[in-house]
T-cell receptor, first 112, second 117 residues
């Protein structure tokens, strides 16, 4: 699976959009980009995933660059409850259901 | 959405005792479940893959005789930490994949915090 690089921490003001970047320059054609987050002392929570098109759901939007070497998770109106560690994970769909490999992620602190 | 539960949510035990942690998929069947461990200020590390009806597969460095995994049914996997020691104190989390074969949307349990005195 392709390696990902994320900034260790970010701050965001409450009510503003939080844009969390992820670099995955070695991603291959059959690998998806998944985002999870972990609120303190809880299990991780699935947010969104995509292959090459931008995706949006009730939680967030995922923007993947045309060359697929990077992506951005967007929380459109961050709240204090969005304070968490966000993990960008690249994984091949071809290998079926596998455990996830978590990097160090980005610690997002939403400020009041 | 799908729900994965864990029990207990926290446990304190004496060194040398055994502790069982349950992971249940509440509204879907899970032939595979994953067990992770997370130490303070660190990321999740995969310990083992639990397979319904067959033996679990363990990651390198994880002692299978110490961390016993039983996947007794399509909705229940248990992790037993045998002869627990203080260094086993950690946050234990299970997950189960859901969806079509090949999808990797996974649902995680809320975690179990183990403290060994």
């Amino acid at each position: 699976d392709a390696k990902t690089t994320q900034p260790p921490s970010m701050d965001c003001a409450e009510g503003r959009a939080a844009n969390l970047p992820c670099n995955h320059s070695t991603i291959s054609g059959n690998e998806y980009v998944y985002w999870y987050r972990q609120i303190h002392s809880q299990g991780p929570q699935y947010i969104i995933h995509g292959l090459k098109n931008n995706e949006t759901n009730e939680m967030a939007s995922l923007i993947i660059t045309e060359d697929r070497k990077s992506s951005t998770l967007i929380l459109p109106h961050a709240t204090l409850r969005d304070t968490a560690v966000y993990y960008c994970i690249v994984i091949s769909r071809a290998t079926g259901r596998r455990a996830l490999t978590f990097g160090s992620g980005t610690r997002l602190q939403v400020q009041p | 959405g799908a729900v994965v539960s864990q029990h207990p949510s926290w446990v304190i035990c004496k060194s040398g005792t055994s502790v069982k942690i349950e992971c249940r998929s509440l509204d879907f069947q899970a032939t595979t479940m994953f067990w992770y461990r997370q130490f303070p200020k660190q990321s999740l590390m995969l310990m083992a893959t639990s397979n319904e009806g067959s033996k679990a597969t363990y990651e390198q460095g994880v002692e299978k005789d110490k961390f016993l995994i039983n996947h007794a049914s399509l909705t229940l996997s248990t992790l037993t930490v045998t002869s627990a020691h203080p260094e086993d104190s950690s946050f234990y989390i299970c997950s189960a994949p859901i969806g079509l074969a090949g999808e990797n949307e996974q649902f995680f349990g809320p975690g179990t915090r183990l403290t060994v005195l």
